[in-house]
């Protein structure tokens, strides 16, 4: 049996961090993995949905020039230049070879293969057994989730993989799940020229995020010319002359070229193994402690243990654990200020509690508000500034405990905020800074003026 420091199972940004690092300081590491090293974000996700996202948003800017700049000139979208960037630029044409390499060539092993826990400091890989001395930490990440609909299994319908891979788009596209992965890669390909519709079975788009968010998007969306149906589940889905039918549950009918299925991602702690450490075979997520411990010699981390399907959560629990293993001093996990970013455009940048999930949480919070468009920025900025930041705090601690900025940059403008609501700036602190004018961020200082109104 061949035997390890370390074996991580799941090579995805946080597995690869932890391996590549604790293979650095000069432990024996075996990485393991039955897909591409890297996982999904850089082949399958962030890099090159971005890719897409970004390439979409300069096609609405250059239609935009109109009453800014001059007059819309002969705007000819081509797919072809996105998909060969994202072949070429991102994901090497799915090839990991460098990956494996950047790993390698820091001392570890690589085998590529499903591996699985089956005892104290036991892991199987396709049939051969190896032995990890001082730890076993798992990366297993998620799938897409793919809803019981009659007849979905019998159509080629799309999860986000096959968008990301298209080299061509089809002229209409039914889009199952108006989260962030739906509303992203809908909007994108609708700026190409597809005919898109959105059908979300909840009350509003992006459930998560705060109401006047999901509003505001659906507005946009609608004068793009995304078609989106809430309130509404798809029943049944059907094969047709070179395409697909949809049956929503209120007996509407939609038809379209192809479907793409973004109804969330699943976990499944039970296939890699977690059962024979003492995790439930059912279990939806890995439990783990503050340093991203299961057991004293078992790490879980990412999308497995239900803390933010989110790259940063992954690789900022990959540090953590680095620390536990080496046996180094560090903060204990804390995810009462996790950001998150939605990338449609505007762009929707939160962290924290929503006011919603503040008041659920037996909080009785204050809120302020500045709509984007009344600051000087916005102002500016004209067509494309939609959006608000909005403030939601504690009265009886004066800090904030969420954010949500929507607009242009709103992923930027969120870093300040993120970081009051990590380090628990008191408001009148953030009210005594000076803001810089014109900036799309000194609207911050406006939300707070409307917080302490309503306090």
């Known amino acids: 049996m061949d035997t390890f420091d370390i074996i991580v199972i799941g090579m995805g940004p946080g597995g690869e961090h932890v391996a590549g690092t604790l293979a650095e300081r000069g ?32 096609l609405a800017e250059a239609r935009r020039v109109d009453g800014l700049a001059g007059a819309v000139g002969d705007v000819r979208p081509d797919w072809s230049v996105v998909a060969r960037r994202i072949r070429d630029e991102a994901t090497d044409d799915w090839n990991d070879r460098a990956a494996v390499e950047r790993f390698t060539k820091k001392g570890g092993t690589f085998v590529r293969g499903t591996g699985r826990i089956v005892g104290a400091g036991r892991v199987d890989v396709d049939g051969k057994p190896y032995a990890a001395e001082r730890g076993i ?19 080629p319908y799309w999860t986000n993989r096959g968008l990301i891979e298209a080299k061509e788009l089809p002229g209409s596209l039914v889009v199952l799940g108006g989260g962030a992965i739906g509303c992203e890669l809908g909007q994108a390909v609708a700026r190409f020229g597809v005919d898109v519709t959105i059908v979300e079975s909840g009350p509003r788009l992006l459930s998560a995020e705060e109401p006047e968010a999901s509003e505001k998007l659906a507005v946009v969306f609608e004068r793009e010319g995304i078609e989106v149906c809430t309130g509404v589940a798809a029943s049944r889905v059907s094969g047709g002359d070179g395409g697909v039918e949809v049956t929503l549950d209120d007996g509407t009918s939609l038809s379209a070229e192809r479907i793409l299925v973004a109804t969330g991602r699943v976990t499944d702690p039970g296939a890699v193994g977690l059962g024979s450490v003492g995790v439930p075979e059912d279990a939806r997520v890995a439990p783990i402690d ?42 204990a996990a804390d995810y009462a200020a996790v950001p998150r970013v939605t990338f449609t455009d505007p762009e929707i940048g939160a962290v924290g509690l929503t006011q919603a999930k503040a008041r659920d949480g037996g909080l009785e919070v204050t809120v302020g508000v500045t709509p984007l468009g009344e600051t000087t920025r916005g102002w500016i900025h004209g067509v494309g500034e939609d959006g608000f930041i909005k403030l939601v705090a504690d009265p009886a601690r004066g800090v904030l405990v ?54």
């Open 27 to 58: 432990l024996r590491v075996l990485g393991v993995d039955h897909g591409l090293v890297g996982g999904e974000c850089p082949y399958w996700g962030c890099i090159p949905s971005k890719m897409m996202v970004r390439a979409g948003d300069v």
């Open 137 to 155: 930490v798992v990366n297993a990440g998620s799938r897409a989730a793919i809803p019981p609909i009659e007849g979905l299994d019998a159509v």
């Open 290 to 331: 503050e340093r991203c411990r299961v057991t004293s010699n078992v790490w879980a981390i990412g999308d497995l243990t239900g803390k933010g399907a989110f790259t940063h959560v992954s690789m900022y629990q990959a540090g953590i654990v680095i620390r536990d293993v080496l046996g180094q001093d560090g903060p």
């Open 402 to 455: 969420g954010a949500t900025v929507m607009g242009p940059y709103a992923g930027e403008i969120l870093g300040a905020l993120a970081v009051a609501v990590h380090a628990k700036v008191p408001v009148e602190t953030l009210s005594s800074m000076i803001y810089a004018y014109p900036t799309f961020h000194r609207g911050i200082e406006t939300a707070l003026a409307d917080l302490k109104g309503h306090a």
